[in-house]
């Protein structure tokens, strides 16, 4: 059985935790910063570092949803984390790596 067989024809009877998802997913630079903290946790000054030309402002905002929906968590020593969902996330991340480097 696949996917496909599951998943309703109409989108607007798909599980709305998925179009909960994908809302997320879809926010500019959540996948990245997911991807960043994948390997390990960072603070927010060399995540920033790394995120390139993404405003502290912005990145700070991605954050805290992040934290919010439980897929990353702050440490008491200001750094990031991914909590178990978001390594599932993160895991979820490298076919897209290897179909982005055929």
Avoid: H
């Avoid at 009877?13 to 390997?39: K, N």
């Amino acid at each position: 059985m696949s996917v496909r067989d599951v998943v309703p024809q109409r989108r607007e009877e798909s599980e709305p935790e998925v179009l909960a998802a994908m809302e997320l997913l879809g926010q500019r630079w959540v996948l990245r910063i997911v991807w960043e903290l994948e390997p390990g946790s960072l603070g927010f000054l060399e995540l920033r570092r790394r995120m390139g030309n993404c405003s502290s402002s912005v990145l700070a905002t991605r954050l805290a949803n992040l934290v919010e929906k439980g897929i990353a968590r702050k440490l008491p020593d200001k750094q990031y984390e991914l909590t178990e969902r978001g390594e599932a996330l993160g895991r979820a991340l490298w076919p897209v790596w290897d179909w982005a480097r055929e």
